[in-house]
């Protein structure tokens, strides 16, 4: 059981990224999916998730900016980051954990290496 992200980077404010997570060693499509992040100094905070039934939820923090997406085919997850700002700056993680999306972070028990996302100009 494998998740991989990629797309991370130096983004200036107002600026975009797309982050994408492969999936490999289960069965992807029921399978819940959420992006967490960590700031530095900071805690785990929920991003963005999704549910094998494609319904979403996000965060005040980036309801508007960020989407949330994914591709059964591809066994992939995507953020789409739009407008972003400094406070953005943080280690983006993905996670997984079958049935329904819940926002519960404990409850996802796979969990990718993550990829850094600095806002700044």
């Known amino acids: 059981v494998r998740l991989v992200e990629s797309g991370g980077g130096l983004a200036q404010p107002g600026g975009s990224l797309r982050l994408s997570c492969a999936a490999s060693?289960?069965?992807?499509?029921?399978?819940?999916m959420g992006w967490v992040r960590q700031a530095p100094g900071k805690g785990l905070e929920w991003v963005a998730g999704i549910g094998g039934d494609e319904k979403t939820h996000y965060s005040d923090s980036v309801k508007g900016r960020f989407t949330i997406s994914r591709d059964n085919t591809k066994n992939t997850v995507y953020l789409q980051m739009n407008s972003l700002k400094p406070e953005d700056t943080a280690v983006y993680y993905c996670a997984a954990k079958p049935g329904t999306l819940v926002l519960h972070i404990p409850a996802y028990d796979t969990w990718g290496q993550g990829t850094q996302v600095t806002v700044s100009s």
């Open positions: 060693g289960f069965s992807f499509s029921p399978y819940a």
